[in-house]
């Protein structure tokens, strides 16, 4: 090789010098390899026996800077690219994210090291393969899993999205990950639905939108009380308007049948979220729901767009879908089988179609509730 002494006088230097010598000639053989544009078979081999000589005898912080160049050499065999990667040091979880390509092997190898940050650097990466994933799955770690739950390239199907579900009701990180990917069912995160930021509640309605659900007993009780809707949503927005939300947890409470701490989580969520389930499940219509939620949210900030979404919601999302949920929220129900083929949402949203909340539809019932919540809001600030 061009630049290179015959390996029987490598090894000579190395054993009548000492770790200095090693240090020096370690990081001149990188260098010089890395620098070949296309080494020959014959090259790469005898720089190969070269490499594993050097590695150990030098001083980690030669090792780590030797790795860095040998890592931009093209074309490493593989028993190369492991000595890349054994000698990194500090440098290995960046290496490892960067990287245009790592070999299953490599990769194998890495996790195998048992460290949770390397493990978790793996799981970031596009290439991973099917043994791969099947030893990063099983790992119990919450920096890894938030990371195959932020890899778009692990599609969330059979085993891989049992996991993730299960992760996600132990970590509110993965779960607001998981709610805002558009492969993943988000209305499997019904049970962790009070854990999760407004844009992922909101993406946990939308979820039960067009789909087909298992009857619940209680959609029996809610047929016979929702013909009491009109005085329901008035006594809301009284209370509502008077802020007496400990009244209202007690009210929610004897309808709905949850305990009173979940209660008293849905009458003070100023998202509106939570009382939308409710509001839906009795059957109100965005003419009549939009009125209390407008009562029972923030103020702090313009809620107009968020006022649309929930506007769409409640001509997109059928009573029968709430009550499952408030089922859920129960423990009557587990939301589990809603990834069976015959529970599955029958449209799938177009990533190319504007979201409701930014492109409301014009002249429909929840597009004129929310014109008329404006004229209300204008007589109240005049």
């Known amino acids: 090789m061009l630049g290179f002494q015959p390996y029987e006088t490598f090894q000579l230097l190395i054993e009548s010098g000492g770790v200095e010598r090693a240090n020096t000639l370690l990081v001149a053989a990188c260098d010089a390899y890395a620098s070949r544009p296309r080494p020959l078979a014959a090259e790469s081999e005898q720089f190969e026996a070269l490499a594993r000589r050097l590695f150990p005898t030098a001083a980690p912080s030669a090792r780590a800077r030797a790795a860095t160049i040998l890592a931009s050499a093209p074309g490493l065999t593989p028993a190369l690219e492991i000595l890349v990667f054994e000698n990194l040091g500090d440098g290995l979880v960046n290496r490892i994210r960067q990287a245009d390509a790592i070999s299953e092997n490599v990769l194998l190898r890495l996790v195998a090291k048992g460290d949770t940050a390397i493990s978790a650097a793996v799981a970031e990466r596009p290439d991973l393969t099917g043994p791969v994933l ?169 809620r107009s767009r968020t006022l649309a979404a929930y506007a769409h919601l409640f001509e997109a999302v059928d009573t029968a879908a709430m009550v499952f949920l408030l089922s859920a929220w129960r423990g009557d129900v587990k939301v589990s089988g809603l990834a069976r083929p015959e529970h599955t949402r029958f449209v799938e949203e177009s990533r190319r179609t504007p979201t409701p909340e930014v492109a409301p539809r014009t002249g429909t019932v929840g597009q004129k509730a929310i014109e008329q919540l404006d004229r209300m809001r204008s007589r109240h600030a005049g």
């Open 134 to 302: 099947a030893r990063l799955f099983p790992i119990n770690s919450r920096k890894v899993y938030r990371a195959l739950a932020a890899n778009r390239a692990v599609e969330p199907r059979g085993s891989y999205l049992t996991a993730l579900t299960r992760s996600a009701q132990m970590d509110r990180e993965v779960a607001s990950i998981l709610s805002m990917r558009e492969d993943f069912d988000a209305a499997l995160l019904t049970p962790v639905f009070f854990d999760l930021p407004e844009a992922g509640r909101l993406a946990v309605l939308r979820a039960y939108s067009g789909r087909e659900l298992p009857s619940v007993p209680l959609m029996r009780t809610f047929e016979q009380i929702s013909v009491a809707t009109d005085e329901f949503t008035a006594a809301l927005m009284k209370l509502f308007s008077d802020n007496r939300r400990p009244r209202i947890t007690k009210l929610l409470t004897q309808i709905t049948g949850l305990d009173e701490i979940r209660c008293g989580e849905i009458a003070h969520d100023t998202s509106g979220a939570a009382l939308f389930v409710v509001l839906r499940a009795f059957g109100c219509t965005a003419q009549d729901g939009l009125k209390v939620l407008i009562h029972a949210t923030s103020h702090d900030e313009d």
